[in-house]
């Protein structure tokens, strides 16, 4: 179902990675995964949990799974109903990630040597599928409305930003709605314009980035922020580029291979900025304490 976004709609094209990387973490994140489902050998059991707790996360789970089910069949309903449209593509998303959920969830009662399986341990693997169940939603479109919002304000930032700067350092430039109008002609901001295919394909690679690198939620959430945030600027960035060229060229001088190339180099960048962020993010700033070998060491008398 999404394949048809992916090979029609140039903003979504980077879904022709989602299986690659979806695996990927899963291959990276097997052994955990095989501990519970299987066992180890050795392993002490888990303790028992409190019946109330166990029946709680017990009827959360297997609610969530056939209310899963029945979205999941609302949008094939819908996409045989009417054909390929997004609503149908996100009911189908939603309720394929959170089947799956689910289904982790419910599969892990007991492992393959017939131990039951604690409630913590059977979130801690739950914790597992949160990328491959969900990161699906951002390579299917996000609903019309969302979408359409989200390229407006896009469009607003950067024609703004642009029109400023301009301003601000004496070039005469006049802004009408999302056109500049130039000494040498109108510079129309259209969607292309706008960084949502920079905005959706950053959004998915600061997702995979924090599945493979982080565990905290934090971490997580704050490296997906930056890597919209950043996917913003340097957008604005490749505008001001732009716009300069047209400002001294004419706009004919920046149609076809130089509006793409750039547009493409925004998402390279964005990605490199992006495992910068992440290095930074993993480097141990501050020494760890030293050992009680290293303490020794260092006290020993020179002779």
Same mark, same amino acid.
């Given at each position: ?6 090979? +029609? ?5 980077? #879904? ?25 050998? +050795? ?14 996360? $017990?009827?959360?789970?297997?609610? $969530? ?31 394929? $990630?959170?089947?799956?959920? &689910? ?23 739950? +914790?597992?599928?949160?990328?491959? &169940? ?19 304000? %896009? %469009? ?28 040498? #002609? ?8 706008? #960084?949502?295919?920079?905005?959706? $394909? ?25 890597? #919209?945030? %950043? ?35 925004? %998402? ?29 060491? &260092? ?5």
């Amino acid at each position: 179902d999404q394949m048809y976004y992916w090979l +029609n709609r140039e903003d979504y094209e980077f #879904g022709f990675l989602v299986s690659i990387f979806v695996m990927y973490v899963v291959h990276e994140r097997w052994g955990k995964i095989r501990s519970v489902l299987v066992g180890e050998p +050795n392993a002490a059991p888990d303790p028992p949990d409190k019946p109330a707790k166990r029946a709680f996360f $017990g009827l959360t789970f297997y609610t $969530g799974l056939f209310a899963a089910l029945i979205m999941f069949m609302i949008g094939v309903f819908f996409r045989l109903i009417t054909g390929i449209n997004e609503f149908s593509t996100v009911m189908m998303t939603l309720g394929f $990630g959170f089947y799956w959920m &689910s289904v982790v969830y419910v599969i892990s009662a007991a492992d393959a040597r017939g131990r039951p399986v604690g409630v913590p341990r059977r979130l801690q693997l739950v +914790n597992q599928f949160w990328f491959p &169940s969900f990161a699906w939603l951002i390579s299917a479109p996000l609903l019309v409305l969302l979408e359409t919002r989200i390229k407006t304000w %896009l %469009l607003l930032v950067v024609t703004t930003v642009v029109f400023g700067l301009f301003d601000f350092l004496g070039y005469p430039i006049t802004q009408e709605g999302n056109v500049l109008v130039l000494p040498k #002609g109108n510079v129309g901001v259209a969607d292309a314009c706008s #960084g949502i295919r920079s905005l959706t $394909g950053c959004l998915f690679a600061g997702c995979f980035l924090a599945a493979i690198y982080f565990e905290g939620w934090g971490k997580k959430i704050f490296l997906v922020v930056m890597a #919209g945030i %950043l996917a913003v600027c340097t957008n604005v960035i490749r505008s001001i580029i732009l716009t300069a060229v047209a400002y001294n060229e004419g706009p004919q001088a920046i149609e076809g291979t130089i509006h793409d190339v750039t547009g493409y180099a925004v %998402l390279g960048v964005t990605c490199v900025l992006l495992l910068v962020l992440v290095h930074l993010m993993t480097k141990q700033w501050i020494p760890p304490p030293p050992t009680d070998e290293e303490l020794a060491d &260092s006290q020993t008398p020179c002779e």
